[in-house]
């Protein structure tokens, strides 16, 4: 198989792609990549740097809203993973049109030249941002009904909706994947744990927002990519697949937890629990996600490797001993606040 990973050299899709060159995987053996990305501000050809030597594997600079760059690269592919998209709730707030424009008409123009070019099979990586938020109780389902809250996570909804809506009018081989929050190596700096650890090495203050209490369902990001892997060979065209870990925590549990390993690899003169801050909330900024993946276990047998105290601890780990590949992209950002209005 010869697989087109959009975005391919952001975090989720550059794990996906070294994970598929790196691993012998049943039903994937020998499988070529070829990587399209545009290498916006947080895409990083470094994060496919173990894998670049591979003959398996092609790099290739372009927009996914190209559609004669597309027409070019179709009929040589079987299958496409599509990553690509703008994705933090933040900048979205400050702009929303990149978004729309990304996440929506890009979606669109591959869903086009998957068509013209009867691709064999389509698979459009989403989010659990667009059921909206939760109550204290309950699980997110296939079958819940979306209700974005964001500029993203209505870009999202909305991709989501045009994936399957080429499936039902055009017999287009689309499968949808929601995941939960991920995390781990080669996350780019400006979400909650890659920032909060950086900051937290350099002893500098870790903003939490709100009261913390928000909660999120942790995926360490190498469960997520077996599960795209599941979800590519054996996804049922049409359907939708939930995954997630079943590891919800709060926002400043998380950040205690990184708190707390840091000093144990890096030890200070106190806690560095001490360098917390509450500050003002994001605008509309969802209380609870919790995915429930029953779904995908039951249909793909996949599950878990990672706790999220196991892939919290190699994250952090990977963090202290990776300075080289973060300290370029703290030169570029870092850490201040954004979204808190449409101009700030």
């Not at 998957?114 to 909206?132: M, P, Q």
């Not at 699980?139 to 979306?146: I, N």
Request: proline content about 5%.
């Amino acid at each position: 198989m010869k697989i087109l990973v959009t975005g391919g050299a952001g975090f989720i899709g550059s794990n996906f792609v070294r994970r598929t060159l790196q691993d012998a995987y049943p039903g994937l053996e020998g499988a070529e990549v070829v990587v399209l990305d545009a290498l916006t501000y947080s895409g990083n050809l470094a994060n496919l740097a173990p894998v670049a030597d591979s003959p398996r594997y092609t790099f290739v600079k372009g927009d996914i809203r190209d559609g004669g760059l597309l027409d070019e690269l179709f009929p040589t592919v079987d299958a496409v993973v599509h990553f690509a998209a703008e994705s933090h709730v933040d900048r979205s707030v400050r702009d929303a049109s990149i978004f729309v424009e990304t996440n929506v008409l890009g979606t669109q123009q591959l869903l086009d030249a998957a068509l013209r070019n009867n691709l064999k099979r389509f698979v459009h990586v989403s989010t659990d941002e667009v059921y909206g938020s939760l109550g204290a109780d309950g699980l997110f389902r296939e079958d819940t009904p979306y209700a974005p809250t964001s500029p993203y996570s209505a870009s999202k909804a909305s991709a989501d909706h045009l994936a399957l809506a080429w499936f039902h009018t055009y017999g287009l081989p689309v499968v949808v994947s929601n995941c939960s929050n991920n995390y781990g190596p080669y996350h780019f700096p400006e979400k909650l744990i890659p920032l909060v650890i950086l900051n937290a090495l350099d002893q500098r203050e870790l903003p939490v927002y709100g009261d913390g209490g928000q909660v999120r369902d942790w995926l360490f990001v190498e469960d997520h990519a077996r599960a795209l892997r599941l979800i590519l060979e054996r996804g049922r065209p049409g359907q939708k697949y939930n995954v997630g870990a079943r590891s919800e925590r709060t926002n400043l549990k998380v950040v205690e937890t990184i708190c707390d390993l840091v000093d144990a690899a890096l030890p200070a003169s106190g806690s560095r629990r001490r360098l917390i801050r509450l500050v003002a909330d994001r605008p509309g900024h969802d209380r609870r996600y919790a995915i429930d993946p029953s779904k995908t276990e039951t249909e793909l047998g996949w599950r878990p490797q990672e706790s999220f105290e196991s892939g919290l601890a190699r994250t952090v780990r990977w963090y202290i001993d990776n300075a080289d590949w973060w300290r370029p992209l703290r030169a570029r950002y870092s850490g201040e606040r954004l979204g808190l209005s449409a101009q700030g």
